[in-house]
């Protein structure tokens, strides 16, 4: 078993940044598959940014290409979502997932979860 906790969410102005936490307890993640979803009001859960287990690989939504960053410290238990140029439409719940290794940007393919913090980016 897996638990994971996000911090660092808050309100920001367009603009501005925030760098998301997810703390990892119980078995190590070094071997997970990882990734951010996010979640606005009234809509599907989607697909933010993915991290390899080794790593060395990462992949992003379109929507927040070249301005959000994700990296993981297997060391520490711990994965990180940088995001720069905030913009309203950021605006969500961002939830931290850890998978096997086939999981990607399909939810579904996520065995664990975090309980999500909210990112409220004002214009």
């Known amino acids: 078993q897996v638990q994971l906790v996000e911090s660092g969410g808050g309100l920001v102005q367009a603009g501005g940044s925030l760098r998301l936490s997810c703390a990892a307890s119980?078995?190590?993640?070094?071997?997970?598959?990882m990734a951010w979803f996010r979640q606005a009001p009234g809509k599907e859960r989607e697909f933010v940014a993915h991290?390899?287990?080794?790593?060395?690989?990462?992949y992003y939504a379109d929507s927040v290409k070249g301005r959000f960053t994700i990296s993981r410290d297997d060391a520490k238990g711990a994965m990180y979502l940088r995001m720069n140029s905030l913009k309203p439409e950021d605006t969500a719940v961002y939830y931290c997932?850890?998978?096997?290794?086939?999981?990607?940007?399909?939810?579904?393919?996520?065995?664990?979860w975090g309980q999500g913090t909210q990112v409220t980016v004002s214009s």
């Open positions: 997932a850890a998978g096997g290794s086939y999981a990607f940007t399909n939810n579904r393919d996520y065995d664990y």
């Open positions: 119980g078995r190590t993640i070094s071997s997970y598959n």
């Open positions: 991290i390899m287990w080794s790593g060395g690989s990462t």
